[in-house]
């Protein structure tokens, strides 16, 4: 096997700082082969930490000094395709500071700010997720909720797709957290893209924006009543919708998914399409769980659920990271919707509960449950 680049130049005995310079220069950092990615740290310290968020792995992984010098390694495994959001923890005079990765450029932002990115051979960020200059652009615009089951107004952004006529009807994905898929999933850019491409059927989405998530998502009756009962026959008025149940879809990562198999759930026959990613679908089976009280809700629902499911739709496609704590219960959901009757499609990546996890899904999900005239040509 081929010595890591690190491994070669340590081998070399002690550098010099000139030494360093140019190892630093004539490679980027990670530096990635094979299975195996080497991150570097340059600097005054007392210790150094890659701080990571891999489900199973001590969340700490240290740093090796090279002698005495101010050059530090880390030698990580890195599977074919994946990709592994992480910081630094340097260590000064009892000081721990977290950074970003001074070496590497690419980062991954969310609503708690950014983090530095790692990605295994094979792994490329989608096209389809990128702005296409030659892609019809669809539009935005804004609509309020002024009378709520939440007793206060929402705002709704409201996706029109590229040649939207009023004449024609389009299929309705209601979108949780639709503010946070727009800034960090890049999803305007998403549906156009796909819908372009005519990989997914041109649609209308309604990208909501929630007071208090944690209190709202976990089976809240009055979160359910507001899509259900007030936005949707809101969204019916306005716009030329299909009438169908199946043409109509639920949408949300983490407690934004369980938000939307609960709606669903509440009101079986409404949402024909349920999309759900990295779900927080904390059970028990015995006991209590260990996930602290924001999860008490959710775990209230999803005992119920799975103890008397229904059918709450028609074709459910989920996605999780394996890198997640939550692989466990997304895996463990898939046999049970299955026993519904329910179509069931299930994608399972190295990645971790991310937005970009959720974007790089966005194609494989919409266009199972919208398939665009390519899909519906070819499949």
Sequence with gaps: ??????????????????????????????????????????????????RHWIYGLESSQPFERVWDTDLWFHVHEMPPGSRVEY??????????????????SHLAHDPFGANSVATGEGYVRPQWSLPDPEA????????????TAFGQPRR???????????????????????????????????????????????????????????????????????????????????????????????????FGAVASLATAWRHPGKFGRLLLQSGSFAFTDIGRHKRGPAFDKVVEFVNAFRDAPGRPSERVYLSCGMYESLIYENRSLVPLLQTTGMGVRYEWVRDGHNWENWRDRLQSGLSWLFPGPLWMVYE
């Design 87 to 104: 910081k630094l923890e340097v260590v000064r005079g009892g000081n721990h500071e977290w950074i970003r990765d001074p070496f590497n």
């Design 136 to 147: 019809r652009k669809g539009r935005t615009e804004e609509l309020w909720m002024t009378r």
């Design 156 to 254: 709704v952004t409201m996706y029109l797709p590229a040649r939207y006529r009023p004449q024609r009807r389009y299929p309705l994905l209601i979108v949780h957290d639709g503010g946070d898929y727009l800034r960090y999933a890049a999803l305007k850019d998403v549906l156009d893209n796909l819908i372009h491409r005519l990989e997914v059927a041109p649609l209308i989405a309604a990208l909501s924006h929630p007071g208090d998530r944690l209190v709202e998502y976990p089976d809240d009756p009055r979160h359910a009543k507001f899509i259900a009962q007030e936005l949707l026959p809101e969204l019916e008025q306005r716009y030329p919708l299909l009438p169908a149940a199946n043409a109509r879809c639920l949408m949300g990562a983490s």
């Design 1 to 50: 096997m081929t010595p890591l680049a690190i491994h070669a130049f340590l081998d070399k005995g002690k550098p010099e700082a000139s030494a360093i310079d140019a190892f630093l220069r004539e490679h980027s950092f990670p530096l990635v082969e094979g299975k195996r990615a080497t991150f570097v740290f340059r600097g005054q310290a007392d210790a150094v930490n890659l």
